[in-house]
């Protein structure tokens, strides 16, 4: 028979399914909704239909959720740097596929539980962010366009410790979806973007031992895993400049 530690497993397996597939489902209706209102509306001086390369840059703030997120915990403010290219696919909307180099983690009090030590940790977790966007462009106003912007997105580790550079060996190339807005400024091929967005993360953030328990823990030993049952979300507000 499988055990109490098993079965809690599949339930939290179960849930986490039931969230991904409710999530994907809302983001279906909103793109569906959306192709309906843009394609009964006239192209009121939609975007130029060029392709569109820049760079943007600005700031996130990063925290853990899930089974064993803390709610006491702060989210790590860092930095995000990339670019993107928009590749129009009608008078609507575009295609919009940009990588960026973000900081995730959190900041939290670790209690130990031998001695009841707190001990202050920050966990510095940093990405190579891939997503793939789809932008309902909106039509121009005092030389201002808006976007709505959502897709899915993908995550490459490349760097992470916690506390005074240790390791944590076993962080997971995480997935989910991005859902936010952008504004360009100007018409001309050289334009500012200010975006938004946030980013949802469905996948675990760690590869977890179902063996390991709290008293494994030893801040100093590089080699304890980060047992914890938890996503990645982030806010991510940057500043662009279309170059092409």
Do not use: C, H
């Not at 939290?108 to 940790?121: G, H, R, S």
């Not at 920050?122 to 891939?130: K, R, T």
């Amino acid at each position: 028979m499988p055990t109490l530690r098993e079965v809690k497993k599949r339930i939290r397996t179960l849930e986490s399914t039931r969230r991904i597939a409710k999530t994907v489902g809302m983001v279906m209706v909103v793109i569906l909704l959306s192709i309906s209102v843009s394609n009964a509306q006239a192209p009121d001086r939609v975007v130029n239909q060029k392709l569109e390369i820049g760079l943007r840059g600005g700031v996130s703030w990063a925290r853990f959720v899930g089974q064993d997120n803390n709610p006491n915990a702060d989210p790590r403010k860092g930095f995000t740097l990339g670019g993107y290219a928009r590749i129009p696919i009608s008078s609507r909307f575009s295609l919009q596929p940009d990588v960026a180099y973000t900081q995730k983690g959190e900041s939290v009090v670790v209690i130990i539980p031998d001695d009841f030590e707190e001990i202050a940790l920050s966990f510095e977790v940093d990405y190579i962010d891939i997503a793939s966007l789809i932008s309902l462009d909106f039509g121009w106003k005092w030389n201002v366009q808006p976007s709505l912007l959502v897709g899915p997105w993908l995550a490459f580790n490349v760097n992470s410790q916690r506390g005074a550079g240790i390791s944590i060996p076993n962080v997971n190339t995480s997935w989910g979806l991005v859902f936010g807005g952008r504004a360009r400024i100007g018409a001309d091929r050289l334009g500012f973007i200010f975006d938004v967005r946030y980013s949802l993360g469905l996948s675990d953030a760690f590869k977890n031992d179902d063996d390991w328990t709290p008293d494994d823990f030893d801040p100093d030993n590089p080699g304890i895993p980060l047992n914890l049952d938890v996503k990645t979300n982030a806010l991510l507000v940057t500043l662009g400049l279309a170059i092409w």
